[in-house]
């Protein structure tokens, strides 16, 4: 994603001519206790605001599921949250950061499940 974040890229682009390397992954999903509760949510988001402004965050995406009628799409979450660091060192800074254990602090109350995936290449 850092060299995404970097180019600007005019016309159409081609996924091999911006590829994402050497960047550690952190993608998060979360199941609200009350996913229709709209106070919930946008404590949740806001939340979700704060967390990205942790330094070692080069790039983000927060996201909700597209609904989708395939078996191997899992669209039964309610936020997907993805961070992108320049390394394991800085994801590791993230995970004891004041911010992202404020967040925790703050919304855990409102999930009632979360599933990590992180990935380097």
Not at 5 to 10: I, R
Not at 85 to 90: A, H, L, M, Q, V
Not at 98 to 105: A, R, T
Not at 106 to 114: G, I, N, R, S, T
């Amino acid at each position: 994603m850092a060299a995404a974040t970097f180019v600007t890229v005019t016309g159409n682009a081609y996924a091999n001519q911006i590829p994402i390397k050497n960047v550690f992954v952190h993608h998060v999903f979360f199941w609200l206790k009350e996913p229709q509760n709209t106070e919930a949510r946008t404590d949740f988001e806001t939340g979700l605001q704060g967390l990205i402004t942790v330094p070692q965050i080069q790039s983000s995406h927060i996201g909700n599921p597209v609904e989708s009628p395939r078996e191997v799409v899992d669209d039964s979450f309610t936020y997907s949250y993805m961070a992108f660091f320049k390394n394991k060192e800085d994801q590791a800074i993230y995970q004891t950061h004041p911010i992202h254990l404020k967040f925790i602090e703050d919304c855990q109350h409102l999930w009632a499940k979360v599933i990590v995936y992180d990935a380097m290449d």
